[in-house]
């Protein structure tokens, strides 16, 4: 059912840098996949990062133009979306994919398969909401319906703490980036005025 492919290396700059322990950064690079399923067209993008995954744009663009992209989704039902979104899930497009720099090319494989998602959703008028029941996704997630679902909010240190949670609702979970200094890390969550102040 797939119809053609292409694969981008994109690179802008930054509007505002951003920067953790690990890495900082003024340029965007990432990886966009089109790909054609019938007569619709969907979009998947990629940013690989070699302290995540390993991966670089380089591998990503190589693993992606490296494959014949009819052959590896032959085994992607075509008789709804549903059967569509659990077939392609068994497929295990990681394991499929070639692996130029010997790595598990996981980010290449989420902008291909993202990619096809939104084409397969477009072919079969199907809303977001149904690629949440079709991966059973937690209730809370397939009845909104549309609405808004707030995966995850990145803190703005622009804001006062107090405005920022009164426009977040509750949080159930918290990701923390540590530094590379696991006691000024201890440091910087019991008193949040020094995690400020090393922003």
């Known amino acids: 059912m797939m119809t053609g492919m292409s694969v981008h290396a994109v690179r802008a700059p930054m509007r505002r840098a951003f920067g953790h ?3 900082r950064r003024s340029i965007a690079e990432g990886v966009i ?4 399923w019938g007569t619709e067209t969907g979009a998947g993008e ?13 591998s990503c663009v190589a693993a992606l133009t ?3 992209p009819a ?23 990681p394991a499929r994919l070639s692996r130029p720099e010997g790595l598990a090319p996981l980010a290449a494989a989420c902008a291909f398969e993202l990619a096809l998602l939104d084409a397969m959703g477009r072919h079969f008028r199907a809303p977001l909401s149904e690629l949440a029941s079709a991966l059973e996704l937690p209730l809370s997630m397939r009845q909104a319906k549309g609405s808004l679902f707030p995966i995850s909010r990145v803190y703005d240190t622009t804001q006062s703490l107090d405005d920022f949670m009164a426009g977040s609702g509750a949080f159930h979970h918290v990701k923390v980036k540590l530094g590379l200094q696991p006691s000024r890390d201890v440091e910087r969550l019991a008193d949040p005025s020094v995690a400020l102040a090393d922003v």
């Open 21 to 23: 322990a690990a890495a």
């Open 33 to 36: 996949v089109t790909v054609g």
């Open 46 to 58: 990629c940013v690989p990062r070699a302290y995540v995954t390993g991966e670089s744009v380089a």
């Open 66 to 68: 490296a494959i014949d």
């Open 71 to 93: 052959n590896l989704t032959r085994e992607v039902s075509q008789t709804s979306f549903a059967d569509a979104v659990r077939t392609l899930e068994a497929c295990d497009m």
